[in-house]
DNA sequence: GCACCAAACTAACAGTTGTTAGTTTAATAC
DNA sequence: GTATTAAACTAACAACTGTTAGTTTGGTGC
């Protein structure tokens, strides 16, 4: 229908804006110009900006949990399921980098539903915390700190929306290897 | 003197919103309330808003591109450069948490500075590249491709700002050390 | 006690914010 | 051709924004 139509564009335009300034700096009238209308109709669309960010940011919030559920019931190996997080991000972000932008950053600026967000990414992240200590048991990877190697390889992960925009000639399946390579043996020769 | 030391405090006080809501969302009265003042008060010490980013960003961003000049020009192995460059964002993130937030995420809010923070980035990402170029040529490290390792790196040692605060009991020390490692030998066994 | 002054205050400004109310437009259904 | 309706519009709102002007306060040096 058109007017789902119509209101994907608004919610894309938005995501686009956020990404550029943040939420706070970006104003109704700011995505009703981006999207060729004023702002007041917008308003025939959502019902507040704040259904913006919502939408933005829960639906990626839920895809990614989504995501991890398969990967950690699966009956793969540590570094397979790692390598599939990878993946994971990587798809996800390639699909929708401006979206990523406010998920990592304008998610304080959710008013009804940021307890929901952070308990999501909690999980998400008590999850990778199993994975990587399942691996450390069954003697799959080193022994090294499991908090330090859970921030290490989830900043650079998170932090893919703003390195896939750059590269547009890396395909996400090339770039999943080249990432999983490095965050796995690291730069040692 | 005095004035110096109120001026810090509402800098320092600003850094600390700033990270919290980001650079849009607070408000001078924000500013004003956290520091004890009125709004209007907060004008004695500094001449805008705009000058409390400059100050918080162009400061930090300078002392990263100091510390890169000094390790480029040092005669050490990559190896010792890469862990020179980990322990420079460890030490400076860990003096300055809240300012690292704005660096990060607010810098596109400079309004006579943006230009002159994108040339020192440019710069500081040019000569970590350059190291990691010279690592591989002299064999030092692993023939991937330097633009994966440049972004992972970069990526995690940028997110310092959001793991040091929650990880208050490890020392800048073990903290670089264990960073290195992971960083250059990977999670792997 | 008086002059000085940094640093706080009150009051106000012009512009911007998200949002609502009410109206017009243009396409569709019958 | 008339009724219906989604989606645009204009106009306006109350609240909030960064900042300025002018005033008061309280301590210092003499």
């Given at each position: 229908m058109k007017l789902e139509n119509r209101k994907e564009e608004i919610i894309k335009t938005a995501a686009k804006l956020f990404k550029e300034k943040g939420y706070s700096a970006v104003t109704m009238r700011d995505i009703a110009t981006a999207v060729g209308?004023?702002?007041?109709?917008?308003y025939n669309h959502i019902s507040s900006k704040q259904e913006l960010l919502k939408i933005i940011i829960i639906s990626l919030a839920e895809a990614f949990t989504q995501g991890m559920q398969e990967i950690k019931t699966s009956n793969i190996s540590t570094k397979q399921k790692l390598e599939a997080v990878v993946k994971l991000h990587v798809d996800i972000t390639a699909q929708n980098t401006f979206g990523m932008a406010s998920l990592n950053n304008?998610?304080?600026?959710?008013?009804?539903e940021r307890d929901y967000y952070l308990s999501l990414r909690s999980g998400y992240e008590a999850d990778f915390r199993s994975i990587l200590l399942e691996g450390i048991q069954r003697k799959?990877?080193?022994?090294?700190?499991v908090e330090v190697m859970l921030f290490s390889i989830l900043s650079t992960l998170r932090s893919l929306y703003l390195w896939i925009p750059k590269k547009e000639d890396v395909t996400p399946e090339d770039l999943s290897k080249s990432l999983s390579n490095v965050l796995i043996n690291g730069i040692n020769k």
């Open positions: 209308m004023k702002a007041a109709s917008l304008d998610w304080m600026h959710l008013e009804g799959e990877i080193a022994d090294s700190s």
